[in-house]
């Protein structure tokens, strides 16, 4: 066999339809019993397999130089040509693209179905048990017996979501074949938090800010629909800066979460907001009834308790204090904070952070230690923020592994 591939996602299906285009014989040798099995969760099972906006600020890892190379010599529009010969129509909604379909399935039929029509042969629910380097290239022992190649790509994915096959088992081999592992830990995962306010606000959904702060210092923020649930916080912003948490968190640092309820105006235009509606309004409203109506009820409840703020309308005795009121209200609508004690679990993840250094590969996707042997996708050490971009690294890395193991063995 020219090229083994162990691992039938995203990265490693399509290092098989490239590698087979390169004329390679091709065998991918696949843990779980259902090629493509995370593919189907992906994008809310729509399969958002791209974005029209690529900068390397998008991607999380320890060589951004080689992230920028790989993206570059296999970009978004190269993925969207892929999707054209595989036989997927696409549309694009925010600069975000889906299949037209709207099923993550299409996209994993058609990745099965092209491999197949290259003649790749997947062999599914096999247990490896090790990896080995040969004079002649790599022999991999399974329960099904030891088959052997010329080169090796290990596209075996991270440690996200391990029940549809990424259970960490690829980083095993990786070490076997004298690679190191930055520690896996979860990314784009909920923040757990054992603060008790939350439970009052439980099931709000609200365009919101968040700033991760570790030991006081601001780390990332984003902003974006913020979902609330009595002891954990999700939503996109919160799974693009939940990598930083999860690092700091195995560091034992403190980590908190800045809450800005009301990001659209800054604390003075929002407090001079807040002044006038009660100006206006105080004559029969109170501070709860006020602000539900700049955010939802149960926020302006929250609020309104934990600043004890009177029941009253705002006029009945507070009247002079409108103004100190109304900053002391801004105050907290713009910096509610969280102090956050632990992230989702693996199984809540949708990427890991952490794998195979990209020190230890060259551009090629290619070992720098063992001759022959290529990583596409997870496994190694690139995390993207949500947006199709974990796709998109897993296209562009399994689209260069494929060709490269395959020209390298063809050149032989």
């Known amino acids: ?15 098989a339809i490239f590698a087979a285009g390169e004329g390679a ?15 189907l969760s992906t994008g809310n099972g729509k399969c958002n397999f791209t974005n029209e906006y690529q900068d390397i600020s998008c991607y999380r890892s320890d060589d951004d130089v080689l992230v920028k190379k ?11 040509a892929f999707f054209h010969d595989i036989g997927i129509a696409y549309k694009q909604k925010n600069g975000y693209y889906y299949p037209i379909s709207g099923q993550a399935s299409s996209v994993r039929e058609a990745l099965i179905s092209k491999a197949g029509y290259s003649g790749t042969e997947i062999i599914n629910g096999i247990n490896i048990s090790s990896v080995e380097k040969t004079a002649d ?12 190649s010329k080169s090796l790509i290990l596209a075996t994915g991270g440690m996200a979501a391990p029940s549809t096959g990424s259970d960490g088992s690829g980083y095993e081999l990786a070490k076997s074949l004298g690679h190191s592992i930055i520690s896996p830990l979860p990314a784009l995962v909920p923040l757990i938090t054992i603060d008790r306010w939350l439970r009052n606000v439980a099931g709000v959904r609200c365009d919101a800010k968040v700033t991760l702060l570790v030991d006081g210092k601001a780390s990332a923020e984003n902003i974006g629909e913020l979902q609330l649930n009595a002891s954990q916080l999700s939503g996109i912003p919160v799974f693009q800066v939940s990598r930083y948490a999860s690092i700091a968190l195995k ?18 235009e929002l407090a001079n907001v807040l002044a006038a509606m009660a100006e206006s309004l105080g004559g029969y409203k109170n501070w709860r009834e006020i602000l539900a109506g700049l955010i939802h009820t149960k926020l302006a409840g929250m609020i309104a308790d934990r600043l004890k703020l009177s029941t009253e309308p705002v ?3 507070r009247r002079a204090q409108i103004p100190a009121d109304a900053r002391k209200i801004t105050s907290m609508m713009k910096q509610t904070m969280v102090n956050v004690t632990g992230t989702g679990y693996m199984t809540h993840a949708q990427a890991t952070c952490g794998g195979v250094p990209l020190n230890e590969i060259g551009g090629d996707m290619q070992s720098q230690f063992v001759h022959g042997l290529y990583f596409a996708g997870e496994i190694l050490n690139v995390d993207g923020i949500c947006g199709g971009y974990n796709l998109q ?3 562009s890395s399994g689209a260069i592994a494929g060709q490269s193991a395959a020209k390298a063995v063809i050149k032989s």
């Not at 091709?26 to 995370?38: D, M, R, S, Y």
């Not at 290239?137 to 052997?148: L, Y």
């Not at 034992?252 to 105006?265: G, N, Q, S």
Request: one cysteine or more; aromatic letters at 10%; hydrophobic letters at 50%.
């Open 70 to 80: 790989v993206l570059d010599i296999f970009c978004e529009t190269d993925t969207m």
């Open 315 to 317: 006029w009945i005795k």
């Open 393 to 395: 690294w897993a296209w």
């Open 1 to 15: 066999m020219d090229v083994i591939i162990i691992g039938a996602g995203a990265a490693g299906l399509t290092a």
């Open 137 to 148: 290239g790599f022999t991999v022992d399974t329960e099904k017996g030891i088959f052997g």
């Open 251 to 268: 560091e034992r640092k403190r980590v908190e979460l800045a809450i800005d309820f009301y990001p659209r105006l800054s604390e003075i």
């Open 25 to 39: 014989d091709v065998l991918v040798l696949n843990h779980h019993a259902v090629p493509g099995k995370k593919l």
